[in-house]
């Protein structure tokens, strides 16, 4: 099993992924392994092959320097399972370009991300007068119910203050943009520079450097954790909250085998582009059919994306996360049989090594012999191929910019 650590988190998230080494579009010229397994009798049970694992990157902090508390700035579902935090100063450009991709964040993980806002002047650099008065802003706005709007306003006309080189024509513009927001001016203008006020930015900023937290900022923490700067980017922390949320959706068990190796079972995946219809091996893979029948009716692939589609060689699916790296909590052991990836339309297991199968499968697109041995055959697509060949190409190792991808609707099963 391969662990894959993910970068400046500082958590370990098994790799239920497609080896790309293992499936590279040239072939191996090694003899492919092949074995065939003594044949289970229609009525039995095949020997349990699963074990559970805890997956559970970053649970969210509820104690430490950077435990949220009372009296913070909370944009999104307080029982998410991802907290963002972020230190900023509000004159910072690095900030304001952060600001878009938090909110687009925020946005599209509206179930499992809540954003923490811990606003923090720049007060000994150069360079950063209006940062203190931006701070006070804030401040005075949250006297009256208004931090968030006042917070906004500042990171969406940030071209026409933050470059003034006058404090008295800063505080001139704020006069004019905060009270249409429905904030009261005079009251405004008094808490603006009050003694309460700067001795609250003051302690903000002297609390955040005895966490640690110094300048240049911004600083951002995922579950506690600091992100490295240079991976503060929307794709990145995109798929690192992903892969954190996905393990409140994970089974903490192995599924109970429940079904019968002599039926006929028919998966319909229906997508986006249309419907995809898989004959299941039950007698040949039953350990996958079983999970495989097990996610769909417990509505796994709902929503799921195909993550990676190499046309000429394989379309991918099967995890919540999108990014390739997320299992359902559980593995299962590679089953091989006399079945081989021969021809277009073979659905079989992806893994990270020999037993490590979990909820991702493939589908090939032509015949691919060097995968023979290494990954379970557990379907053969019967109809939809067309619908197959119509998937958005997208290739994970390619990095991060890639078109959405394809979604599952649901997987319907059919009993024979």
Excluded at 143 to 170: C, D, P, R
Excluded at 243 to 259: D, H, M, R, S, W
Excluded at 332 to 342: I, P, V
Excluded at 348 to 362: C, D, E, H, I, R
Aim: aromatic fraction near 8%; glycine fraction near 8%; hydrophobic fraction near 40%.
């Amino acid at each position: 099993m391969r662990i894959q650590k993910t970068i400046s988190l500082a958590i370990l998230i098994l790799a239920n992924g497609f080896l790309l080494s293992a499936c590279g579009s040239s072939t191996p010229t090694e003899t492919p392994i092949t074995a065939t397994p003594t044949p289970i009798p229609p009525t039995a049970t095949p020997e349990v092959s699963c074990s559970s694992i805890k997956m559970e990157p970053t649970p969210a902090v509820t104690s430490g320097p950077f435990s949220v508390a009372a009296d913070d700035f909370i944009l999104g579902d307080v029982s998410a399972p991802v907290t963002v935090v972020e230190y900023c100063d509000l004159q910072s450009l690095d900030c304001h370009g952060l600001a878009d991709i938090l909110n687009k964040l925020l946005e599209n993980h509206s179930r499992d991300m809540r954003l923490v806002i811990r606003p923090i002047p720049l007060l000994e650099l150069k360079g950063f007068e209006n940062s203190m008065i931006a701070m006070q802003a804030v401040i005075a706005a949250d006297k009256q119910g208004k931090f968030i709007e006042v917070h906004n306003l500042l990171y969406e006309k940030y071209a026409e203050w933050a470059g003034m080189t006058s404090t008295s024509a800063f505080e001139g513009w704020l006069a004019r943009e905060v009270p249409p927001l429905g904030v009261d001016k005079a009251q405004f203008q008094s808490d603006l520079k009050s003694q309460e006020t700067v001795a609250q930015m003051t302690g903000w900023y002297e609390s955040a450097k005895e966490k640690g937290v110094v300048p240049p900022y911004p600083l951002v923490l995922i579950n506690g954790n600091p992100v490295n700067v240079g991976l503060l980017y929307y794709d990145y922390l995109d798929q690192a909250i992903s892969l954190i949320a996905l393990g409140a959706k994970q089974f903490t068990e192995c599924p109970p085998f429940a079904i019968d190796p002599a039926k006929q079972y028919i998966a319909t995946i229906h997508t986006e582009k249309g419907d995809i219809t898989i004959q299941l091996f039950a007698d040949k893979a039953p350990l996958a059919v079983n999970s495989f029948l097990f996610l769909a009716q417990q509505g796994w692939f709902e929503g799921v994306t195909f993550h990676r589609v190499i046309p000429g060689f394989v379309a991918q699916a099967g995890d919540p996360s999108g990014t390739g790296q997320g299992g359902p909590g559980y593995l299962f052991n590679n089953e091989t049989s006399d079945l081989k990836f021969d021809k277009p339309g073979m659905v079989g297991m992806a893994n990270s090594g020999p037993n490590t199968n979990g909820s991702q499968f493939f589908i090939t697109y032509a015949p691919a012999p060097h995968l023979d041995g290494s990954y379970t055959i557990f379907g053969q697509v019967i109809s939809g191929m067309d619908v197959v060949e119509q998937l958005t190409p997208r290739d994970p190792g390619q990095g991060f910019s890639l078109p959405p991808g394809d979604k599952i609707i649901g997987v319907d099963i059919e009993e024979k």
